[in-house]
């Protein structure tokens, strides 16, 4: 018998995410006059000087980079609306609250890239990275509850970070369970021959005795 592979279950490298992360709309202010962008994901523009205009993420870097426009960060990154979330999240152990699918992709390169753009960047960094944390802690905490009884998992909420780190050990562990309890003999079917020869023994005294 020919032995199965084991399913791949590897991570996505932190640049593969980033790269699907880079199609996110992001909102640009343009300081010139440029004609409609046709591209295979859509069609952006006219782009005029001081309107704002919805471009994907890695248009706005590429721009930003030729210093063709500014970048206007999501209203998410705003440290008022970080700060409730932090809160939000410390307050509940089991529930995550809703970011963008990719906000630690997003607010990396936008830290990166339009630094400028971003105020109070070093309090949106700290905000962002306390919250990452957070949501890990309580994503180990929830792995801890797995047992043998245990044949799926669902948590809301997490971020496409989040799930490139915790689908491996899920899809392992529950790979595992099955396995064990697959080499469990099933009592439910075995037959049970005890109470058979107890009745058994009974009669034969009985028997023995005259009775």
Not at 110 to 128: E, G, K, N, Q
Not at 180 to 209: F, I
Request: charged share 30%; net charge negative.
């Amino acid at each position: 018998m020919a032995v199965q592979p084991e399913p791949d279950y590897s991570l996505f490298t932190a640049q593969e995410i980033e790269f699907v992360a880079e199609d996110e709309l992001i909102e640009i202010v343009p300081n010139m006059r440029m004609d409609p962008l046709n591209l295979i994901c859509g069609d952006f523009g006219p782009f005029l000087p001081q309107i704002a205009a919805r471009v994907p993420l890695w248009l706005a870097v590429a721009l930003k980079k030729r210093g063709k426009c500014t970048i206007r960060p999501p209203e998410w990154m705003s440290v008022e609306k970080l700060t409730r979330v932090l809160e939000a999240e410390r307050d509940s152990e089991r529930e995550f609250q809703s970011l963008p699918f990719h906000y630690v992709e997003i607010s990396r390169l936008l830290f990166d890239h339009a630094r400028d753009d971003i105020p109070d960047i070093y309090m949106v960094r700290s905000l962002i990275e306390d919250i990452r944390d957070v949501r890990f802690h309580k994503v180990q905490s929830s792995l801890e509850t797995f047992d043998g009884r245990t044949s799926a998992v669902q948590i809301k909420s997490l971020s496409a970070m989040e799930v490139n780190i915790v689908r491996p050990f899920v899809a392992r562990a529950l790979q595992s369970f099955h396995k064990l309890d697959s080499l469990l003999p099933d009592t439910d079917s075995m037959p049970n021959n005890q109470p058979q020869e107890a009745d058994k023994a009974a009669k034969g005294r009985r028997v023995l005795r005259g009775r």
